[in-house]
T-cell receptor, first 113, second 112 residues
């Protein structure tokens, strides 16, 4: 039973345009959501997070939107750059005293020059 | 401030041998999480430790796998009598407290 789903295995966008990566979850008890970027043969790098009490968080070119009623979140990257090409993982945590993360399977983003 | 360090980066073991993976958290971080990534999959939680305590091992197989985070030194994930299905990338993450976790580069275990 996959609690965090990234239904698009890959996404291709042009440099300078917006990249939108989507994530759905099934467990309404999740309290925090995070996005990580991962290059081959490296560990995931933290990008941005959002608490379930918010619906938007912004950090530079990265914005995460949360729609609790739809159990959906998205990561917007604008403008997209070739260096953004990587696998992006959505993750969720129940919070409390244990912040273990439940990950989606990832979306491979390719930004074309 | 050095990031999370894992060693070795690559480990090859024959079936039946033991694998020992090490993780040094970031300075000041007392929470360590281990995750495993199989090919074409996302990361799966294995175990959450604080210094000298296992807080949650619900994602770790009951047999052959163990983890520790001693008062001094790195966290260790130990896999005894490895099998081919243990071949994966093992990532450790550390956190000062709270939800943001910082990952190491991973150890790629290959069982032949």
């Amino acid at each position: 039973d996959q609690q965090v789903k990234q239904n698009s295995p890959s996404l291709s966008v042009q440099e300078g345009r917006i990249s939108i990566l989507n994530c759905d979850y099934t467990n309404s008890m999740f309290d925090y959501f995070l996005w990580y970027k991962k290059y081959p043969a490296e560990g995931p790098t933290f990008l941005i997070s959002i608490s379930s009490i918010k619906d938007k968080n912004e950090d530079g070119r990265f914005t995460v939107f949360l729609n609790k009623s739809a159990k959906h979140l998205s990561l917007h990257i604008v403008p997209s750059q070739p260096g953004d090409s990587a696998v992006y993982f959505c993750a969720a945590s129940l919070g409390g005293s244990n912040y273990k993360l439940t990950f989606g399977k990832g979306t491979l983003l390719t930004v074309n020059p | 401030n050095a990031g999370v360090m894992q060693n070795p980066r690559h480990l090859v073991r024959r079936r039946g041998q033991e694998a020992r993976l090490r993780c040094s958290p970031m300075k000041g971080h007392s929470h360590v999480y281990w995750y495993r990534q199989l090919p074409e999959e996302g990361l799966k939680f294995m175990v959450y430790l604080q210094k000298e305590n296992i807080i949650d091992e619900s994602g770790m197989p009951k047999e052959r796998f163990s983890a520790e985070f001693p008062k001094e030194g790195p966290s260790i994930l130990r896999i005894q009598q490895v099998v081919r299905g243990d071949s994966a990338a093992y990532f450790c993450a550390s956190s000062p407290q709270g939800v943001e976790q910082y990952f190491g580069p991973g150890t790629r275990l290959t069982v032949t």
